[in-house]
């Protein structure tokens, strides 16, 4: 098994800047898959949409853009839909970028 350390950054896109409101409260970060690892891709990133609940759970993850397509897609829906932000007591749609980079 390959010991790696993974660097995923999270942004919120600039779409979602403009409701300075929204607060994460929890960030889960994806594990690297194991598909890149046997297919040595270094890197990647998932542009995903987020419907998030009035009580701040993720409710669904839509991803919009992946590089490379469908290697990054099912670690970043996973992580993402751990992620908690701070409840408004109304549904929201965002945008989030995560970037994908393995070191060894």
Do not use: C
């Not at 800047?17 to 890149?36: F, R």
């Not at 970043?76 to 393995?102: C, M, N, P, R, Y």
């Amino acid at each position: 098994m390959f010991a790696r350390s993974v660097i995923a950054l999270a942004l919120i896109a600039a779409a979602s800047l403009a409701q300075a409101d929204v607060k994460v409260l929890k960030k889960v970060a994806p594990e690297y898959p194991n598909e890149a690892v046997k297919k040595n891709i270094s890197s990647g990133s998932v542009r995903a949409k987020l419907n998030i609940a009035g009580d701040g759970k993720v409710a669904n993850v839509e991803v919009v853009e992946a590089e490379p397509k469908r290697v990054f897609d099912r670690a970043a829906i996973d992580a993402l839909s751990q992620w908690k932000f701070e409840g408004t007591g109304a549904a929201q749609t965002h945008e989030v970028k995560l970037v994908f980079k393995s070191e060894d």
